[in-house]
């Protein structure tokens, strides 16, 4: 069993930046690839931004490409999303995720993502 710990979220303004983290424990997780998806009340879990298990490649939503940075430290078991320009419609919960699986794709689809993290709320306001 994995747990997924994140933190870094809050209250904003427009513009600024946040850095998330997610925390792994439980078993090793440096061979799998991790994920970040968002949340609003309403609407489905979407993707965010991933990263393969050695952070040789990554992929982002477009709504967030060349804003948000996704990376990895796996000597501490961390995952990272940095968000820069922050914008209103960036205002979601924030989830960490796993994808139990050797393979090194990036799925953007919740289904194929094996542990999850309990979210971490950020809101931008304007």
């Known amino acids: 069993q994995v747990q997924l710990v994140e933190s870094g979220g809050g209250f904003v303004q427009a513009g600024d930046s946040l850095r998330l983290s997610c925390a792994a424990s439980g078993r090793p997780v440096n061979t799998y690839t991790m994920g970040w998806f968002r949340q609003t009340p309403g609407k489905e879990r979407e993707f965010v931004a991933g990263i393969t298990w050695n952070g040789g490649r990554t992929n982002y939503a477009d709504a967030v490409k060349g804003r948000f940075t996704i990376s990895r430290d796996n000597a501490k078991s961390m995952v990272y999303l940095q968000m820069n320009s922050l914008k209103p419609e960036d205002t979601a919960v924030y989830y960490c995720?796993?994808?139990?699986?050797?393979?090194?794709?990036?799925?953007?689809?919740?289904?194929?993502?094996?542990?999850w993290g309990q979210g971490t709320q950020v809101t931008v306001s304007s």
């Open positions: 995720a796993l994808r139990w699986k050797l393979d090194v794709t990036i799925p953007i689809l919740t289904n194929e993502y094996t542990y």
